[in-house]
């Protein structure tokens, strides 16, 4: 059963960087996305990248500030989040689907396979 690992989530100043990693325990050939989950609001997807193409999906908040990126061998999805604000302050997890294709419509049902999440606070 496939099983995904975040990491790199902290405490960082607005304006920072940080980059978070989803390893999976095997290959995935769907998508994998990421999702946010800020204080007292639902998880919304913020970024996906389908693993056959590349092809990536940003949520207009984080347009131009995050990349999603693979590392294929590695079975791993990063992403680099830069210029970081206050209200990207939430729990994010990294959710994986062979079944699924990155669209802007993605929604948590859409992925089968969830890792356990990696805080982020941004605060100065």
């Known amino acids: 059963q496939l099983q995904l690992v975040e990491s790199g989530g902290g405490l960082v100043q607005p304006g920072g960087s940080l980059r978070l990693s989803c390893a999976a325990s095997g290959r995935v050939y769907g998508s994998i996305g990421w999702f946010r989950q800020a204080p007292g609001k639902e998880r919304e997807q913020i970024s996906c990248?389908?693993?056959?193409?590349?092809?990536?999906y940003y949520e207009d908040s984080v347009k131009g500030r995050f990349t999603i990126s693979r590392d294929s061998p590695k079975n791993t999805v990063y992403l680099q989040m830069n210029s970081l604000k206050p209200e990207d302050t939430g729990d994010y997890y990294c959710?994986?689907?062979?079944?699924?294709?990155?669209?802007?419509?993605?929604?948590?049902?859409?992925?089968?396979?969830w890792g356990q999440g990696t805080q982020v606070t941004v605060s100065s």
């Open positions: 990248i389908t693993i056959s193409d590349g092809s990536t």
């Open positions: 959710a994986a689907d062979n079944e699924y294709y990155c669209s802007a419509e993605g929604e948590e049902g859409d992925f089968r396979t």
